[in-house]
């Protein structure tokens, strides 16, 4: 039914969970798996204090790394049999999500209800709750 599914994965507790959902419906489809992860630079301080591109990359590749890292392990222990890519992006999250979703050709994406700036009187995160009402694909939200 799906052929590519979109993770998005910010480093948060509700993303990490959402990743076993997006493994067994991938697995379950045959799907490609495409792990998102956008820095959002807005939030981030240490981005005003940067004066270069390159120190700019360098932070967006370490965080993509730490993300990366965390998400493969737990891929990895739930035995994932179909292809994964891993993207990452700078920008808003919501509309990077929505960007690739359309770039991409994806049929469905799975992401965690809140971020790790999400706050827990929001049942639902700002960015999942505006993917949710901008993705032209099934979004399945985990908590």
């Known amino acids: 039914m799906y052929k590519k599914i979109l ?8 993303a990490n969970k959402a990743v076993k959902h997006a493994v067994w419906i991938a697995n379950s489809s045959n799907a490609e798996l ?4 956008v820095l959002e630079t807005s939030k981030l301080p240490e981005i005003e204090t940067l004066t270069t591109e390159s120190a700019l990359r360098d932070l967006l590749t370490q965080e993509a790394k730490r993300v990366f890292s965390k998400v493969s392990n737990i891929i990895k222990s739930c035995d994932c049999k179909v292809k994964v890519n891993y993207m ?6 919501a509309d990077m999500i929505i960007k690739t979703v359309e770039k991409e050709g994806i049929d ?3 992401m965690g209800t809140a971020g790790k700036h999400g706050l827990s009187r929001f049942w639902l995160g700002s960015v999942a709750e505006n993917v949710v009402r901008y993705s032209p694909c099934p979004v399945l939200v985990v908590k």
């Open 108 to 110: 469905m994406v799975v």
């Open 34 to 37: 495409i792990v998102l992860h």
């Open 7 to 14: 993770l998005a994965a910010d480093g948060s507790e509700d």
């Open 88 to 93: 990452r992006e700078s920008g808003n999250p």
